[in-house]
């Protein structure tokens, strides 16, 4: 096996690269911290002194999908700045479900059971969560007991789970009836959202 | 290694309880027919009598871990048979994250990426999409452009996203923390249905 030196920092890059190909190939099965070494052609122990095991190597690549996920919700979302905050939970809804299905292994990555609190910010960009907490607040909905990152996990679990759920296989679809799904989420969270905050006077806190 | 016999039928079920008494300990990644064979006893060639394949062999155990979760849902839901809808879908609610953190590994057979469509009736009894969908029809609330089936998947997707974003540790979450995030799911879901149908007359279809 041919072995390649890296510069201080490019040893780590590169084995992040090797980890999303082989993982969009292949999946996280099977996936090992040698078979990334091989790919990067190096020696597996040069690796660990990057990262001290194949779990903390695939956190690393969880961190910089879902940085790749923020920036890719923030170009959808950053076109319609100008647009109610409605129009822009529904470009959100459907961009989550775009993201999902167009990179499958990366999302299982993301959010299958890695225990990764993706509420936890990503360093120097807004992550998808606070795009969505951030709408929220925009929005300037005031609904009693419950503040704006509460109702962005409320938001953002319909989505989450009709996503998981058409990427699954549990409900299967096709391309128009998973529109029609969506919309269907994000119109019935936009009318919880208006019909909590409308009846607020009414309400005992 | 002890080679026992089985009556006719009788080896399926022992495999699917060895299936389950595996997954269980170990999780579903490395699970085989091998493995599943030798805990039963028995040769694995006798074992793809009874199901093709692995995959044959795991998808027979998601229908079955179905059953018991229909089960589940009907016992706690059944209690409440003469109360409101909402109440209702409360119980649910917390009856579908009960069962998902009690039994994580049946969980993530049923709805990982197996492609088991879940609204596929379970023979001799209603499964947990049949009880959601029958707990919006009683409800009686008309909603334009969408039938009771439509509404239940979209009341499924907020409990599922849930459930799942605690199950994997994507929103970490205290045992009071999760109650609270789940009547906050249901309690916007209610919402929600109760204001589309209210402004029913008002809509065109």
Same mark, same amino acid.
């Given at each position: 096996? $041919?072995?390649?030196? =890296?510069? *201080?920092?490019?040893?780590?890059? +590169? @084995? !992040? %690269? #090797?980890?999303?190909?082989?993982?969009?190939?292949?999946?996280?099965?099977?996936?090992?911290?040698?078979?990334?070494?091989?790919?990067?052609?190096?020696? $597996?122990?040069?690796? =660990?002194? *990057?990262?001290?095991?194949?779990? +903390? @190597? !695939? %956190? #690393?690549?969880?961190?910089?999908?879902?940085?790749?996920?923020?920036?890719?919700?923030?170009?959808?979302?950053?076109?319609?700045?100008?647009?109610?905050? $409605?129009?822009?939970?529904?470009?959100?809804?459907?961009?989550?479900?775009?993201?999902?299905? #167009?990179?499958?292994?990366?999302?299982?990555?993301?959010?299958?059971?890695?225990?990764?609190?993706?509420?936890?910010?990503?360093?120097?960009?807004?992550?998808?969560?606070?795009?969505?907490?951030?709408?929220?607040?925009?929005?300037?909905?005031?609904?009693?007991?419950?503040?704006?990152?509460?109702?962005?996990?409320?938001?953002?679990?319909?989505?989450?789970?009709?996503?998981?759920?058409?990427?699954?296989?549990?409900?299967?679809?096709?391309?128009?009836?998973?529109?029609?799904?969506?919309?269907?989420?994000?119109?019935?969270?936009?009318?919880?959202?208006?019909?909590?905050?409308?009846?607020?006077?009414?309400?005992?806190?």
């Amino acid at each position: 096996m $041919p072995r390649r030196s =890296y510069h *201080h920092g490019d040893l780590a890059n +590169a @084995l !992040l %690269d #090797a980890t999303e190909t082989l993982v969009t190939e292949r999946g996280i099965m099977g996936f090992s911290m040698r078979e990334a070494a091989r790919a990067v052609g190096v020696d $597996p122990a040069a690796c =660990y002194r *990057h990262f001290a095991s194949r779990e +903390a @190597l !695939l %956190d #690393a690549f969880a961190a910089r999908c879902f940085a790749g996920f923020g920036a890719a919700m923030e170009r959808e979302v950053g076109k319609l700045a100008d647009r109610p905050a $409605p129009d822009r939970l529904r470009v959100m809804g459907h961009a989550y479900l775009k993201f999902a299905l #167009a990179h499958p292994a990366k999302f299982r990555v993301m959010f299958g059971p890695r225990n990764v609190d993706v509420r936890v910010p990503i360093p120097g960009q807004p992550s998808a969560f606070d795009l969505l907490t951030k709408t929220v607040e925009d929005w300037g909905l005031s609904i009693p007991g419950t503040d704006a990152a509460q109702q962005a996990v409320v938001l953002w679990a319909g989505v989450h789970g009709l996503t998981q759920l058409i990427l699954d296989g549990a409900l299967p679809a096709t391309a128009k009836e998973r529109q029609a799904h969506m919309d269907a989420v994000v119109t019935h969270e936009i009318a919880g959202l208006l019909a909590r905050a409308a009846k607020r006077p009414k309400e005992k806190a």
